[in-house]
């Protein structure tokens, strides 16, 4: 086990006993959700990986310790505290936090790079990071770490905020094969199917299994993409979810906001545009993608 993390005492008997952990962020506690929802659905998260026989690891930076798994208490805090005095941390702000000795969330790649070093194989989240709209040079730390950390990432695709067409791009480049969990088309974060093709369908977590064993095998270091389509009674219609982000991306381009700023204020805006809609679909397919990492992880352990 890596002793520079701290680790809950149910994880490390976990790991160290081959029992299936699931990986999660924390960004989405301190700058995902307003107070209280951001901690409803981290527990909500939570309860979705254990129903599923696996146990969840909510990944943290406290005072400069790394946390792999938090209490409830802390949940809390990280999410009554919101973005204040909290660092968003992807591999570059890993050792200014750890350094100095500040609080930190985790970004998907923040989380993907931790979860490797305490021998976590499954990471649920909501939405990757990709290629902004309009800024073809932008684009998301978490593709680069798909490319270089060998984690197994459940989501709902990337964020349909993104030039999903672009993004796609960037995870063949970086040798991510991208998988549709019982689904031929990339999923589009708040709906169904961008109708943009996937590398490989899979219906079950044996045959995600299979691929990363193959992958391991191999000695490859990448990681694997699992594209899960948000429920269906919680999906977004296409269109409207299109209108709202191409309002939002116009209202950032217009007020200048660009860089780490612009997914975190695109997001928001759709919140309101959709009248609170966006941030349902996006809940339901968090929920989803840890029923199916808590799957996934199992049956790698089994």
Avoid at 63 to 73: E, Q, V
Avoid at 204 to 231: F, K, M, N, Y
Avoid at 238 to 248: K, L, N
Avoid at 281 to 295: D, E, K, M, P, S
Wanted: with cysteine; glycine share 10%.
């Amino acid at each position: 086990m890596n002793e520079a993390l701290v680790y809950t005492p149910e994880i490390r008997d976990a790991l160290l006993t081959g029992k299936p952990v699931v990986a999660l962020e924390s960004t989405l506690i301190t700058h995902g959700f307003p107070y209280p929802a951001n901690v409803e659905t981290a527990l909500a998260l939570e309860n979705a990986i254990r129903s599923e026989g696996a146990i969840p690891a909510t990944i943290a930076i406290v005072d400069g310790h790394i946390r792999i798994g938090l209490t409830a208490d802390e949940v809390d805090w990280l999410g009554r505290n919101g973005s204040e005095g909290v660092r968003k941390c992807s591999r570059r702000d890993l050792p200014l936090v750890v350094g100095l000795r500040q609080h930190g969330a985790t970004t998907v790649a923040g989380t993907m790079i931790i979860a490797h070093m305490a021998g976590i194989r499954v990471f649920a989240t909501g939405g990757i990071g990709g290629v902004h709209r309009g800024h073809p040079f932008d684009v998301s730390a978490d593709l680069i770490e798909l490319g270089r950390t060998p984690i197994t990432v459940v989501c709902a695709g990337a964020k349909s905020i993104l030039d999903l067409p672009l993004t796609l791009e960037v995870l063949e480049t970086q040798g991510v094969p991208v998988l549709g969990y019982g689904t031929d088309t990339l999923p589009a974060f708040y709906s169904r199917s961008s109708g943009l093709p996937i590398d490989q369908r899979v219906n079950t977590p044996q045959e995600v299994a299979a691929v990363i064993a193959a992958r391991d095998l191999l000695g490859l270091s990448h990681g694997i993409l699992v594209a899960v389509p948000v429920p269906e009674a919680d999906a977004m219609p296409d269109a409207v979810a299109e209108q709202a982000i191409i309002e939002a991306t116009r209202l950032a381009d217009a007020a200048g906001i660009h860089g780490k700023d612009i997914t975190p204020y695109v997001l928001l805006k759709v919140l309101e545009l959709t009248g609170g809609q966006s941030q349902r679909a996006n809940i339901a397919a968090l929920v989803n993608n840890a029923r199916v990492g808590g799957q996934i992880a199992k049956t790698l352990t089994g």
